[in-house]
T-cell receptor, first 109, second 114 residues
């Protein structure tokens, strides 16, 4: 699976949009970009995934660049409950997810 | 729809013992994966099962094993426990394990070795 690079931490004000970047420059054509988040002491929560088109669901939007070498997860109106570690993962065909260290997003009141 | 259920939530064992952890996947999901999470190593893949067959295995010693039953429920076993096996063990399920299907995680079993 392609390696991903994320900033170790980010801050966001409550009510504002949180934009979390991820670089995956070695992604190959059949690999999907996944985003998960983990709140302390809970299992990772699936947020969204995409192949090459932008995706939106009730939780977030995923913007993937045209060359697919990077992506951005957007939480449109961050709340205190969105404080968590966010993982960007590139998933291939080997039935597993390879987690990096993720980005600790802290939403401040 | 019920999520992934892992039992027990907490477990305390001593070195040398063995332990079995259980995972019930989301109804209709046939792929089950296991992960270990520690502060030092982060989240690491242990193995994945589909239709009672292990399809992929991570870089863990043979003391870590698993199995899947015909109803897709899965168990993992760790024998001859070591202090370093203290971790959060997470189970995830998906429809078929392929890359276009998200894995959904349970809240894990926290194993402490004394």
């Amino acid at each position: 699976d392609a390696k991903t690079t994320q900033p170790p931490s980010m801050d966001c004000a409550e009510g504002r949009a949180a934009n979390l970047p991820c670089n995956h420059s070695t992604i190959s054509g059949n690999e999907y970009v996944y985003w998960y988040r983990q709140i302390h002491s809970q299992g990772p929560q699936y947020i969204i995934h995409g192949l090459k088109n932008n995706e939106t669901n009730e939780m977030a939007s995923l913007i993937i660049t045209e060359d697919r070498k990077s992506s951005t997860l957007i939480l449109p109106h961050a709340t205190l409950r969105d404080t968590a570690v966010y993982y960007c993962i590139v998933s291939g065909s080997n039935y597993k997810l390879t987690f990096g260290k993720g980005t600790l997003l802290t939403v401040n009141p | 729809k019920a999520g992934v259920t892992q039992t027990p939530r907490y477990l305390i064992k001593t070195r040398g013992q063995q332990v079995t952890l259980s995972c019930s996947p989301i109804s209709g999901h046939r792929s089950v994966s296991w992960y270990q999470q520690t502060p030092g190593q982060g989240l690491q893949f242990l193995f994945e099962y589909f239709s009672e067959t292990q399809r992929n295995k991570g870089n863990f010693p043979g003391r870590f094993s698993g199995r899947q039953f015909s109803n897709s429920r899965s168990e993992m076993n760790v024998s001859t426990l070591e202090l370093g096996d203290s971790a959060l063990y997470l189970c995830a399920s998906s429809l078929d394990g392929h890359s276009n299907q998200p894995q959904h995680f349970g809240d894990g079993t926290r194993l402490s070795i004394l």
